[in-house]
Every structure is written in C-alpha cells, then in structure tokens.
C-alpha cells in the first residue's frame, strides 16, 4: 500500500509505455491510453478478439526484460502474478510499473476519470475498490451533467 500517495496527472504524448499482457484487463489499459494519444507496445503471445492490433505495437512472445528496458511507464496485466512481479522486480527506479495483480507491489494507481474540454476529475479509492471509484464517477457525471449541462467523453 502506498503510505504517502501524490496525486498528478501525467502527459504521456513523449512516453514509451509498454503492457505486458493481452487480455481483458490489458484491453482497458489499451483503450485509456489510446485515448491520452499512446501508442502502447504490447508484449503478450495472444491477445482478446476484442485489442485492435492496428493501433499498437505488438510483441508476440512472453515477457522478457529485453522488451521494456527502455520503457518510461509499464502494465503488467498477466494472469501470471509472478510475472507480474518479476516485472516490477526488473524495473529501474526510474520506471513507474503498475502490477494489476498486486496493488502493494506497485508505483502508481490508475483513477477513474471524467473529462470535457475544460473540466478533468478524478476519483481513487487508493487502489481498494475500483468498482467504488467506478460507481462514484457515473454518479458525479450525472449530477454534474444536469447541473452544469456538461457533456463528459
């Protein structure tokens, strides 16, 4: 568990970020980062039907340190928590990873976000309940919606 969490938002348009994983937690983390205008590198041997290979750089093989040695920041998505911490093993101190199996195990949570044009909340339960977050965010967007007649993406 992170003991002192600093809350930031990351431009990430110069950033290498690599996932390691091809299944359905990788698929949102693919299409969030689509979104921030990442091109992520995927390393996974297969992934979901659901991953348009055309808008990322795919691996196919396992992971090997020699793939993310480079990256800024790393998912790992497998299904394989030893895996997963291997990845953080092998991290550099300054590679920021995300191990979806094991929050205590990593640098950095993702929130749930609403955004427009001018207007960016975020919502963090510290990594405890993401269905919370979830359900606080759609609860916020449609009070914010009726209120201020704000259309979020």
């Not at 091809?22 to 297969?46: C, F, M, N």
């Not at 405890?128 to 704000?150: G, L, T, V, Y």
Request: proline share 3%; charged share 25%; glycine share 4%.
């Amino acid at each position: 568990m992170m003991e002192a969490p600093y809350p930031i938002t990351l431009n990430l348009a110069e950033k290498s970020v690599a996932i390691i994983g091809g299944g359905k937690v990788a698929h949102r983390k693919i299409e969030k980062l689509l979104l921030a205008g990442v091109i992520p590198t995927v390393i996974s041997p297969q992934l979901a039907k659901n991953i348009d290979k055309t808008k990322i750089n795919w691996i196919q093989d396992t992971y090997h340190r020699k793939y993310v040695e480079e990256m800024d920041i790393i998912f790992a998505c497998t299904s394989d928590h030893k895996v997963n911490n291997q990845v953080k093993a092998e991290a550099t101190h300054f590679q920021l990873v995300n191990n979806t199996s094991d929050k205590t195990n990593s640098d950095f949570y993702n929130l749930a976000t609403l955004s427009s044009d001018d207007l960016f909340i975020s919502i963090s339960t510290m990594g405890k309940s993401p269905r919370m977050a979830k359900k606080i965010k759609n609860e916020i967007k449609e009070w914010i919606s009726k209120r201020f007649h704000k259309e979020f993406e």
